[in-house]
């Protein structure tokens, strides 16, 4: 007799936990046979996902799990794939006429820079000579029109097409230029719907090579609103170092996967600051979180950003520091992080 038994492969393998989530392959139900000859193991998994990556990562988890069993012999993990049926209501999801990629920037939890590293990322991209625009879906904290120093007011075409306001080389979107200074946002569910499918579809962004998006906090409905709309190409994650944001960027990743979208890569934002007095550098809030989890999530580290004052005052008076000093220290994180996108994005 083996010292193991079905029960005890089956406990090992709840450790095993499902990328992007806090349950087990086993309390997914993922673990669909387990057989024992002799001191050899063989384990049949089944699961349903678009992403080679996340099979090939639970194939190694699993393996690696049961090989710590004492007495454990030859150990064999199949894993049957199957493609993933579309998501119920995904189905009306459309490429934008005229918009080559659509980027979304979001985030787990809010107060993270999300808008401030959108802004910057979609500048330094238009800076390469990509089309490129931005659009604020942030309809109840919208901040791209004061990022880019204009209230201006969107006019229209002869098609009832609305034109995107254009600062810096981007063409921009945002219900900042809706409204007075100060008034709130005052919507529900139907007219969040209503306004972040205009955005989208009732905007004349054509021709771009790229659109950003910059998606409010959270998994919410303007979130899924945005994913049945229009088909992403890809998703940046932004997070900041500690532990209690990795959670919530975790969530907003686990969101991507099971709408089918590919996420290009995480955004350490605030990773640490450098004293103007002596240089150095301090971790306010941690060191080595971004890095942690995108190799936990098996996708790019696209960069670092620092807590910097010259970038909080460029967002303040209206003018990304991608634009007013792209060459300076946090101009270049910006070109390398936009060029990075530009790799994964060709890449899928």
Same mark, same amino acid.
């Given at each position: 007799?083996p010292?193991f %038994?079905? =029960?005890?492969?089956?406990?090992?393998?709840r450790?095993?936990k *499902?990328?992007?989530?806090?349950?087990?392959?086993?309390s997914?139900?993922l @673990?669909? %046979?387990?057989r024992?000859?002799?001191?050899? @193991?063989?384990?049949?998994?089944?699961?349903?996902?678009a992403?080679p990556?996340?099979?090939?990562?639970?194939?190694?988890?699993? =393996?690696?799990a049961?090989?710590r069993?004492?007495?454990?012999?030859r150990i064999?993990?199949k894993?049957?794939?199957q493609?993933?049926?579309?998501?119920?209501?995904?189905s009306?999801?459309?490429?934008l006429?005229?918009?080559?990629?659509?980027?979304?920037?979001a985030?787990g939890?809010?107060?993270?820079?999300?808008?401030?590293?959108?802004?910057? !990322?979609a500048?330094a !991209?238009?800076?390469t000579?990509?089309?490129?625009? !931005?659009?604020?879906c %942030?309809? *109840?904290?919208p901040?791209?029109?004061?990022?880019f120093g204009?209230?201006?007011r969107?006019?229209?075409?002869?098609?009832d097409?609305i034109l995107p306001?254009?600062?810096?080389?981007?063409? /921009?979107?945002?219900?900042?230029?809706l409204l007075?200074?100060g008034?709130?946002?005052v919507?529900?569910?139907?007219?969040v719907?209503r *306004?972040?499918q =205009?955005?989208?579809?009732q905007?004349?962004?054509a021709?771009?090579?790229y659109?950003?998006?910059?998606?409010?906090?959270?998994?919410g409905d303007?979130?899924?609103?945005?994913?049945?709309?229009?088909?992403l190409?890809?998703a $940046?994650?932004?997070?900041?170092?500690?532990?209690?944001?990795l959670?919530?960027?975790?969530?907003?990743v686990?969101?991507?996967?099971?709408?089918?979208?590919? $996420? #290009?890569? #995480?955004?350490?934002?605030?990773? *640490?600051?450098?004293?103007?007095d002596?240089?150095?550098?301090?971790?306010?809030?941690?060191?080595?979180g971004?890095?942690?989890?995108a190799?936990?999530?098996?996708?790019?580290?696209?960069?670092? @950003?620092?807590i910097?004052i010259?970038l909080?005052?460029?967002? %303040?008076?209206?003018?990304p /520091?991608?634009?007013?000093?792209?060459?300076g220290?946090?101009g270049?994180?910006?070109?390398q992080?936009?060029?990075?996108?530009? =790799?994964g994005?060709?890449?899928?």
């Open positions: 007799m010292p %038994d079905e =029960q005890a492969i089956r406990d090992t393998l450790g095993v *499902y990328p992007g989530f806090s349950r087990d392959i086993v997914f139900g @673990v669909k %046979d387990v024992i000859a002799g001191v050899d @193991v063989a384990i049949q998994l089944v699961l349903t996902t992403e990556a996340i099979a090939r990562q639970i194939r190694d988890e699993a =393996q690696a049961i090989a069993l004492h007495g454990v012999g064999d993990v894993v049957d794939v493609a993933p049926a579309q998501a119920a209501g995904l009306s999801a459309k490429k006429e005229g918009v080559e990629h659509v980027i979304a920037v985030s939890k809010g107060g993270v820079g999300k808008s401030t590293i959108a802004a910057n !990322l500048v !991209l238009g800076a000579g990509a089309r490129t625009g !931005l659009c604020d %942030d309809l *109840y904290g901040s791209i029109a004061l990022m204009t209230n201006e969107p006019l229209a075409d002869d098609e097409r306001i254009e600062r810096e080389g981007l063409k /921009l979107m945002s219900m900042g230029f007075d200074d008034s709130p946002a919507l529900r569910g139907p007219m719907t *306004y972040t =205009q955005f989208l579809r905007v004349a962004w021709p771009l090579d659109l950003f998006l910059d998606l409010p906090p959270g998994t303007i979130q899924l609103t945005i994913v049945q709309t229009v088909a190409t890809g $940046v994650i932004v997070t900041t170092p500690q532990e209690v944001a959670i919530d960027a975790r969530k907003a686990a969101m991507f996967h099971k709408t089918n979208v590919p $996420v #290009l890569g #995480l955004v350490e934002n605030m990773s *640490y600051f450098v004293s103007p002596d240089r150095r550098h301090y971790d306010i809030f941690g060191s080595g971004g890095e942690r989890e190799a936990r999530l098996r996708v790019p580290l696209l960069g670092k @950003v620092p910097d010259a909080r005052e460029s967002g %303040d008076v209206g003018r /520091l991608a634009a007013s000093d792209p060459n220290p946090i270049v994180v910006f070109k992080m936009a060029d990075r996108i530009r =790799q994005v060709e890449a899928h």
